[in-house]
Each structure stands twice: as C-alpha cells, then as structure tokens.
C-alpha cells in the first residue's frame, strides 16, 4: 500500500481483508497507537471510519510470506512477529470498487458529505499532523440508491506523529477537495459535532487506552498523559475550531458567521 508506513494488504483469519501497518516500520510503533486511539475516538465521535483490529502474525505466517518486506534507508526487512495494526476495508473490492479520489461533481452526491465537517473537528482536536484522507465505496442509501460513503483513514500522524503532542496547526488536517466543505456556512455544521465530542463519556477514554497492546507503547507515563490532555482539550473545541477555520478561507468559502 502507499505511504510512509509501507502497510501490507493482508486477508485476516476472519475472511475480512486489512490494510496492516506493522509494529516495526520505516516510521515509528507509536504509529501504531495513534491509529488505534485516533480511529476509536473519530468512531466515538460519529465519524465513518473502517473497522479495527489487532492482527498477531506468528513465525509461521511470516514463513510463508516471505514476500512482506518494507524497504529502509539500510535494507529491507520482514516484519516482526507479534501483533500489528489493521483497518479493515470498508467493502469487499472483488464486490465493490473502492474509490481514494472522487470527482466533485460526485463528491456532492456522497450520502455522508457532512462528515467532513465532523472529520475536520476531529483532526483539530487531534493535532493531526497530516492532510485528511478518505476512500469511498458505493452502498445502498436510505433513498434505495446506490450512492457513494466516505470512510476515513489514515489516523497515523495524529499527536503530531511521532511526538504525542497536542501543537495545534490550523492549516492541517484538511481535505485536499474544497467542495466537501461547500455546504459549512456557519456554527450549525460543526455544533452537532462540538455536543458529540464533548459528550464522550470518560470511561471511553480509559477503555480505548487500556486496548493497545503494550508492545507498542515505548513511554506508558507519556501516553497515558496525552490522553489526560486530550480529554480536557475538547472543553476548547470551539475556540480552536474557529482559529483553524479563520486559517483557511480558501476552503470554507461560504463561511458567514460573525
């Protein structure tokens, strides 16, 4: 797959297939925790995102498919074994085609299209230090129409990748097609989103932190503390929220609120 992580698509032992990033690639295992707590907490917040899952390959599997290597400045090498990463994909591809680049005229037809202001929100929240990124797959809706559902992906460079840190950067975390934001007008788009994040109970903090495997925590007291952060931040979701949106006029051109 692509991107820095050198992911593996791989079918699980449930017959599901999963875009795998493993503990030992080319970025860092903090990768790894970012995913999982970033994508369960954008879950809690009503947010389309794939399914996760620990996927533990053993001696054996990896025996048997030699061929995962990821590529390093020094060599390549295989994973370790243990237990990695996965996001299931959202649709079966020999059923459904999956989509990562929508043209706009299609974009504004995608049944979910209001996520993105809720994705936005999350990625704020979250210090995600990358660009917002989504695929889409073709579904049923409630019209009895087969029409498009964006699912997001690619929670890694949350914290600020590697760092677990919480530096807000308005200009990040924004999807690189503007029309999604079309319909953004005012704080009606995001103040649904602001009451669900805020409504996160804190049990849901400690359950999601207590899920990641410890192999992939090389700092439990540095975690553990960005968590406590995280958790008191979303009481500032509408002051960052309105820094990150005076930062990009170019993308919410419709925006009218005073």
């Not at 032992?13 to 690639?25: A, E, T």
């Not at 707590?37 to 030699?66: K, M, Q």
């Not at 890694?156 to 924004?174: K, N, T, V, Y």
């Not at 007008?185 to 805020?198: G, T, V």
Request: hydrophobic share 40%; charged share 25%.
């Amino acid at each position: 797959m692509r991107g820095g992580a050198q992911s593996q698509l791989i079918e699980g032992s449930d017959g599901h297939l999963y875009v795998v990033k493993f503990r030992n690639n080319p970025q860092h295992s903090r990768v790894l925790a970012n995913e999982w707590i970033a994508s369960r907490l954008l879950a809690a917040l009503g947010l389309c995102v794939p399914a996760t899952a620990l996927i533990e390959c053993n001696d054996e599997f990896l025996e048997r498919n030699s061929s995962l290597t990821m590529q390093y400045s020094h060599g390549s090498f295989g994973p370790e074994p243990g237990v990695h990463f996965g996001s299931r994909l959202p649709c079966a591809p020999s059923e459904t085609a999956i989509y990562d680049v929508l043209p706009d005229l299609m974009l504004r037809g995608v049944q979910n299209l209001e996520h993105f202001a809720g994705a936005f929100l999350g990625d704020q929240w979250l210090c995600n230090a990358d660009v917002r990124q989504a695929v889409f797959c073709r579904a049923e809706a409630i019209d009895g129409r087969r029409r498009f559902t964006a699912y997001f992906i690619d929670q890694g460079h949350a914290f600020d990748g590697c760092a677990w840190a919480l530096r807000e950067s308005p200009l990040r975390g924004i999807y690189h097609r503007r029309v999604v934001y079309a319909g953004v007008r005012n704080w009606n788009s995001f103040d649904p989103w602001i009451e669900r994040l805020q409504s996160i109970p804190h049990a849901e903090f400690d359950r999601i932190l207590e899920e990641v495997p410890v192999s992939w925590i090389d700092d439990s007291s540095a975690l553990t503390r960005l968590m406590c952060l995280l958790e008191a931040r979303r009481r500032n979701a509408r002051r960052f929220l309105e820094a990150a949106i005076r930062e990009n006029p170019n993308a919410f051109v419709n925006w009218r609120d005073t």
